[in-house]
C-alpha cells in the first residue's frame, strides 16, 4: 500500500533557528513530491519535486529530493513566527491521468519569539 | 480571480443523519477532488470528478459519495453519519487530470453529535 510518512510529528523552535522537516515514501511509480504549508484551513503549495538531488528554493525555504533513498526534506532558514504551521508532504502516483495526493500527517512547526 | 469556494464553512450534524457538501472550483478548472483530514490520519483522498465523471476513488465505505456538474462545481454526501465522521473536508480543482497547479478550498468542518 502506497505511504508517506513524515517526521518529525511536531516541532517547537525558536525564532532565528533553522529546521530540517523530513518526508519519506513508498508510492508505486511514483511521479514527484510535492510540500504544502496549512495555516489555517487550506493547504498552500510551496514546492513540487521531480528530479532526484535538484534543490528548488524560495526565499527562506528549500527543499530536495532524493529518489534513491525515497525521501525529502524542507528547509527553513532564519525562521519567524508567521512560518508556525502544518507542514505537509504528498507524493503523486504515475498510474493513469490522476491528480490524487498521497499525504503524509504532516508537521506541525510552532515558532516561539 | 476566486479561489476553490466551498460551503458551508461548519456544520454540525447528528449521528444517523445525511450531509451535503459542496465545492465550487476555480473557474475554468475542470478537475475537483476530495480529502477528508482528521488529527489522526492526515489528509486522505476521497474521489476524483473530472468532466461529471469519477475518476478515482479512495478507500472509503459506500456512505461516501460524489458528483460533478456540467459547470464543474462538485458536492459529496454523507449517509449515516458516525462520530468518526467528523472531519476538516477538503476540495481541491486544478485544471486537468495529470498535471499540477492544485488548488485547495478552505474547507468544511463537520462535527458529529
Known amino acids: 500500500e502506497d505511504k508517506v510518512v513524515q517526521s518529525p510529528l511536531s516541532l517547537v523552535v525558536h525564532e532565528g533557528d533553522t529546521v530540517t522537516l523530513n518526508c519519506s515514501y513508498e508510492?508505486?511509480?511514483?511521479?514527484?513530491l510535492l510540500w504544502y504549508k496549512q495555516e489555517k484551513k487550506a493547504p498552500t503549495f510551496l514546492f513540487m519535486l521531480?528530479?532526484?538531488?535538484i534543490e528548488k528554493k524560495s526565499g527562506r525555504l528549500s527543499s530536495i529530493l532524493d529518489k534513491k533513498e525515497l525521501s525529502s526534506i524542507l528547509n527553513i532558514t532564519a525562521t519567524q513566527t508567521g512560518d508556525s504551521a502544518i507542514y505537509l508532504c504528498?507524493?503523486?502516483?504515475?498510474?493513469?491521468?490522476?491528480?490524487?495526493?498521497?499525504f503524509g500527517t504532516g508537521t506541525l512547526l510552532a515558532v516561539q519569539p | 480571480k476566486a479561489g476553490v469556494t466551498q460551503t458551508p464553512r461548519y456544520l454540525i450534524k447528528t449521528r444517523g443523519q445525511q450531509v451535503t457538501l459542496s465545492c465550487s472550483p476555480i473557474?475554468?478548472?475542470?478537475?475537483v477532488s476530495w480529502y477528508q483530514q482528521t488529527p489522526g490520519q492526515g489528509l486522505q483522498f476521497l474521489f476524483e470528478?473530472?468532466?461529471?465523471?469519477?475518476?478515482n476513488k479512495g478507500n472509503f465505505p459506500g456512505r461516501f459519495s460524489g458528483r460533478q456538474f456540467s459547470n464543474s462545481r462538485s458536492e459529496m454526501n454523507v449517509s449515516t453519519l458516525e462520530l468518526g465522521d467528523s472531519a476538516l473536508y477538503l476540495c481541491?480543482?486544478?485544471?486537468?487530470?495529470?498535471?499540477?497547479?492544485?488548488?485547495f478550498g478552505s474547507g468544511t468542518r463537520l462535527t458529529v453529535v
Open positions: 481541491a480543482s486544478s485544471l486537468a487530470l495529470g498535471g499540477y497547479g492544485y488548488t
Open positions: 508510492v508505486t511509480n511514483f511521479r514527484s
Open positions: 521531480t528530479s532526484s538531488g
Open positions: 504528498a507524493a503523486t502516483p504515475y498510474g493513469g491521468a490522476t491528480n490524487k495526493l498521497i
Open positions: 473557474s475554468g478548472h475542470r478537475s
Open positions: 470528478y473530472f468532466s461529471e465523471t469519477q475518476r
